[in-house]
């Protein structure tokens, strides 16, 4: 494909999508407050006319030597939300690309792209026998947070129902997030409001689901998920967790409210890519596990993504991806059959479903495979 067909391509998705216009972002980790955070971002597309944008101009020299991939991330500087693309092939890093004057090694809330962090540490918990597995009942390990008078369904959720948001228990995103956050005990608070479907049932996207499963690494691994995620996660080179939030009980927030840089995800994006193995070869978590969270389990009734254990499924650019999707556009790619990772960072303070902007992401991942 020649240079002005990924020029035409790639320009042709931008103008069909909503596209952003760039905002003041100046992102501190210091302490956020729950209770005003955005969170979720799972509404359904806004019917807005689309915006068209202006051609953008070339940024710094990029890394890679790939002029096809060049032109396509020349071209994404006009997502304006846009904060750092890295891309990945077979292990090497063959592009990285800061946007709108962020810094390559800057960090980011990568808001519920962190999901898929917690279901690798469940699948470690696993491994290490202090679950047994995604069928285990959850009432037994939460006993002291049930209420006096549990719904007889309680008894049937399942650690994979968490995982996979067919908790059946009542949404903690979107409009009742802010009411969550601001009670005085997240987990007891989830574990007592009114059922809003049956476990195992459809998919109820909720972070309330993957903050129980923080409660109960908690529990079962006697230390705080960070502590955990720090030990478990230790060997993956580059990978580190900045700055997370907590309850008040002090367990860390399963599932948002995550800072980490663009490397360091997808430092973590290439542990999967890889099977569950480090680069130097040791199993972090099992192959099985990634299998399994990888296998279709539900349904988005807003995109129609197939969803696993903590990650969306879609087919982008004729293949197959499995993607962690946070508020506002913090993207983490695998595309197996390519060998290839892709991390996208973004304004974590816009939404990116109903703009169009999330869509604008998968175009440019689209013209990043066919690139490549």
Known sequence: MGKAAIVLIFSCM???????????????????????AQETDVSPQSSAPRAKMPRPVPQAPPSSGNAQLNL?????????????????????????RAYHGHPLAGSSNIKSASKSIISCL???????????????KIAPILTSDLPANPDPRMGDIT?????????????????????????????RFALAE??????????????????????ILTK?????????????????EGFRIGAWERDPQGIYLGGNQMAMTAQSLLAFGELYRNGGKAADGKQVV???????????????????????????????????????????????????????TVVMTSDDTSPS????????????????????
């Open 14 to 36: 931008i103008t069909r999508r909503t596209i952003l216009s760039s905002l003041p972002l100046a992102l501190s980790f210091a302490p956020l407050s729950l209770a005003r």
């Open 72 to 96: 396509v991330l020349d071209q994404a500087d006009a997502l304006g939300s846009l904060k750092v693309v890295l891309v990945a092939r077979h292990g090497h890093v063959i592009a990285r």
């Open 122 to 136: 469940v699948g470690i918990a696993i491994d290490r026998k202090l679950l047994d597995g995604p069928d285990q």
């Open 159 to 187: 650690i994979g129902n968490l995982l996979s948001m067919q908790a059946g228990l009542a949404r903690m995103s979107g409009p009742n997030y802010g009411r969550w956050v601001s009670s005085r005990n997240f987990v």
């Open 194 to 215: 009114p059922f809003d479907g049956e476990p195992g049932g459809e998919m109820l996207y909720s972070t309330a689901s993957t903050h129980l499963l923080s409660a």
């Open 220 to 236: 079962v691994g006697r230390q705080s998920t960070l502590a955990l995620s720090r030990a478990w996660l230790a060997p993956i």
């Open 286 to 340: 099992s192959a099985r596990w990634i299998e399994q969270s990888w296998m279709p389990r539900t349904h988005s009734r807003y995109t129609g993504d197939a969803y696993g254990y903590g990650w969306f499924m879609r087919d982008i650019g004729g293949q197959a991806v499995k993607f962690g999707w946070g508020y506002g556009g913090q993207m983490l790619y695998i595309v197996p059959s390519l060998g290839l």
């Open 353 to 372: 479903a109903r703009t169009g902007y999330r869509d604008g992401l998968h175009d440019l991942l689209g013209a990043i495979i066919g690139a490549v």
